[in-house]
């Protein structure tokens, strides 16, 4: 699936118009312009000539009297700017005005419903701003930053895992309404928290759905503009490949399924950077990034069912997105730590609290990748709605040895007992482990801006395990 949003002007030679067409194509959107006479160069030459046209906009014949030339031009647009109307200080005759604006305006919402055109933006008097401020705000400010996300409904699956929760809380802070699949919506030691979070009275409502389970699925992810997908057991260790492998495949293939049926445009990926790191033919030198792949065969000699579910899922998500046109953005995240929303601990924050609880006489000497549970939630919620975003991301922001990790931890909290001892723990750990020394986080930060700090990380995990009494 190619990359980039596409969107619709309608009236795009007009003042206010070509500002926006000029300011879309400057971001990289693919542009489909509706004019009334295309080959009028006095009317709508400046369009042609905007920078960045390049193959990137494309000019319809199209009247918003004539409710057939709008369907093609709104056609595959994830968002249609309806502009068109004529402005005149006065009009003798009412219709010159009221035609247009009213039943122009019925046939543009016409066309994207019969086209599934899910967003449409529209324009008011603003006053005597600048246009090009006007449109600047309107770009950066309202479109691209989710201001009128209100109008905007996102689906997360598997909403009560550590992430997701993270994802539904910070959706919810933007204004979005969210729809958010559990197993089971009564049980309240595990989900209770979702419905707590400031906002979800009025815009969440939990959906009982298993990704097993085709059908329940598909009333989650209706009326949604992109849905998250991010449940997948995840366990330092599966003895059954099945445990995580059926749930990553069949889940993947059943989520992507129902978003096809219901015409869902955008799909934000959770996979990991355990599908990057597993390859033991690559040099120990190799920079890691977003063209490491882990290699399945060694997944599965070495059974690393959890790697092995995370790699073909990956594979799976993108292959599927291409084959139903839905553009899909992936976060690989590596060792995800910081606060917890949800009442019990999970595997990945679990490793901090078995540093500090005396469980441990030993620590590997080994480099854990590491990043901050917010700036994750923070990347998949870019992946959508950063219209440049595509492909694949490596989601990580430091690698600190366990030895250093420990140092850090009992300078903050000397009161618990912590291991001692470094060792390995095996061949496996020592020649797979220990390769997030040198990595590239490039790509990652053109979505997210910077990382939240290694030591507040650490301190803000402890802070929430001792706050929910779990340490
Ligand atoms: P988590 O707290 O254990 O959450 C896992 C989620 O998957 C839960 O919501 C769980 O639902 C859901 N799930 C599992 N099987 C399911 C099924 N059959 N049907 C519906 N939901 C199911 O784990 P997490 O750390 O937030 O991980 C979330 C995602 O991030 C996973 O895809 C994981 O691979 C990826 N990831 C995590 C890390 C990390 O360090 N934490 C790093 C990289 C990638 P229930 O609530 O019903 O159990």
């Given at each position: 699936?190619?990359?980039?949003?596409?969107?619709?002007?309608?009236?795009?030679?007009?003042?206010?118009?070509?500002?926006?067409?000029?300011?879309?194509?400057?971001?990289?959107?693919k542009?489909?312009g509706?004019?009334?006479?295309?080959d009028?160069?006095?009317?709508?030459?400046?369009?042609?000539?905007?920078?960045?046209v390049?193959?990137?906009?494309?000019l319809?014949?199209?009247?918003?009297?004539?409710?057939?030339?709008?369907v093609?031009?709104?056609?595959?647009?994830?968002?249609?700017?309806h502009?068109?109307?004529?402005?005149?200080?006065?009009?003798?005759?009412?219709?010159?005005?009221?035609k247009?604006?009213?039943d122009?305006?019925?046939?543009?919402?016409?066309?994207?419903?019969?086209?599934n055109?899910?967003?449409v933006e529209?324009?008011?008097?603003?006053?005597?701003?600048?246009?090009s401020?006007?449109?600047?705000?309107?770009?950066?400010?309202v479109?691209?930053?989710g201001?009128?996300a209100?109008?905007?409904?996102?689906?997360?699956?598997?909403?009560g895992?550590?992430i997701?929760?993270w994802?539904?809380?910070?959706?919810?802070?933007?204004?979005?309404?969210?729809?958010?699949t559990?197993?089971?919506?009564?049980?309240d030691?595990?989900?209770?928290?979702?419905?707590?979070?400031?906002?979800?009275?009025?815009?969440l409502?939990?959906?009982?759905?298993?990704?097993?389970?085709?059908d329940?699925?598909?009333?989650?992810?209706?009326?949604?503009?992109?849905?998250f997908?991010t449940a997948?057991?995840?366990?330092?260790?599966?003895?059954?490949?099945?445990?995580?492998?059926?749930?990553a495949?069949?889940g993947?293939?059943?989520?992507?399924?129902?978003?096809?049926?219901?015409?869902?445009k955008?799909?934000v990926f959770?996979?990991?950077?355990?599908?990057?790191?597993?390859?033991?033919?690559r040099?120990?030198?190799?920079?890691?990034?977003?063209?490491?792949?882990?290699?399945?065969?060694?997944?599965?000699?070495y059974q690393?069912?959890?790697?092995l579910?995370?790699?073909?899922?990956?594979?799976?998500?993108?292959?599927?997105?291409?084959?139903?046109?839905i553009?899909?953005?992936?976060?690989?995240?590596?060792?995800?730590?910081?606060?917890?929303?949800?009442?019990?601990?999970n595997?990945?924050?679990?490793?901090?609290?078995?540093?500090?609880?005396?469980?441990?006489?030993?620590y590997?000497?080994?480099?854990?990748?590491?990043?901050?549970v917010?700036?994750?939630a923070?990347?998949h919620i870019a992946?959508?709605?950063?219209?440049?975003?595509?492909?694949?991301?490596?989601?990580?922001?430091?690698?600190?040895?366990?030895?250093?990790?420990?140092?850090?931890?009992?300078?903050?909290?000397?009161?618990y007992?912590?291991?001692?001892k470094?060792?390995?723990?095996g061949?496996?750990?020592?020649?797979?482990?220990?390769?997030?020394?040198?990595?590239?986080?490039?790509?990652?930060?053109s979505?997210?801006k910077?990382?939240?700090?290694?030591?507040?990380?650490l301190?803000?995990?402890?802070?929430?395990?001792?706050?929910?009494?779990?340490?």
């Open positions: 699936m190619e990359g980039g949003r596409r969107a619709c002007v309608i009236g795009a030679g007009g003042f206010i118009a070509s500002w926006i067409v000029a300011k879309l194509l400057d971001r990289g959107y542009v489909h509706t004019v009334r006479d295309p009028d160069d006095e009317k709508n030459g400046h369009l042609k000539k905007l920078p960045g390049g193959e990137r906009l494309s319809f014949r199209a009247d918003v009297l004539d409710y057939e030339s709008l093609p031009a709104v056609r595959g647009c994830d968002v249609v700017f502009t068109a109307c004529p402005v005149a200080p006065n009009f003798e005759d009412p219709d010159a005005v009221l247009p604006a009213v122009g305006t019925r046939n543009v919402m016409e066309a994207c419903h019969k086209e055109i899910k967003r529209t324009h008011n008097h603003y006053g005597h701003y600048t246009i401020t006007i449109m600047t705000i309107f770009l950066e400010r479109y691209c930053r201001f009128f209100s109008m905007e409904r996102a689906c997360v699956i598997g909403a895992g550590f997701a929760s994802i539904v809380a910070k959706l919810l802070d933007r204004g979005y309404t969210v729809h958010g559990v197993r089971d919506p009564d049980d030691e595990k989900y209770g928290h979702l419905k707590k979070l400031p906002g979800a009275s009025e815009r409502s939990l959906f009982r759905a298993d990704v097993l389970d085709y329940s699925l598909v009333p989650a992810v209706r009326g949604c503009h992109v849905v997908h997948c057991p995840v366990a330092h260790k599966f003895e059954d490949p099945d445990a995580v492998l059926k749930p495949m069949d993947t293939r059943n989520v992507m399924e129902a978003c096809h049926k219901e015409n869902v955008r799909v959770t996979s990991s950077g355990a599908a990057m790191i597993f390859d033991p033919n040099s120990r030198d190799q920079i890691i990034d977003e063209s490491c792949w882990s290699d399945p065969e060694a997944c599965r000699k690393q069912w959890y790697r579910a995370k790699t073909e899922s990956e594979k799976l998500v993108s292959k599927l997105g291409d084959e139903f046109g553009h899909v953005v992936v976060i690989c995240p590596v060792w995800v730590l910081g606060p917890i929303l949800q009442s019990k601990i595997a990945s924050v679990g490793l901090v609290a078995t540093l500090m609880n005396g469980s441990k006489t030993s590997p000497n080994i480099y854990f990748a590491l990043v901050d917010r700036d994750v923070e990347a992946g959508y709605e950063d219209p440049n975003a595509s492909g694949r991301y490596f989601c990580i922001a430091c690698s600190k040895l366990c030895k250093e990790m420990i140092e850090t931890l009992k300078e903050n909290f000397p009161q007992s912590y291991p001692e470094c060792e390995t723990e061949d496996l750990f020592e020649k797979f482990m220990n390769l997030f020394e040198k990595f590239s986080n490039k790509k990652i930060l979505l997210i910077e990382f939240i700090p290694y030591e507040k990380m301190v803000d995990t402890v802070a929430s395990l001792q706050e929910k009494g779990l340490l």
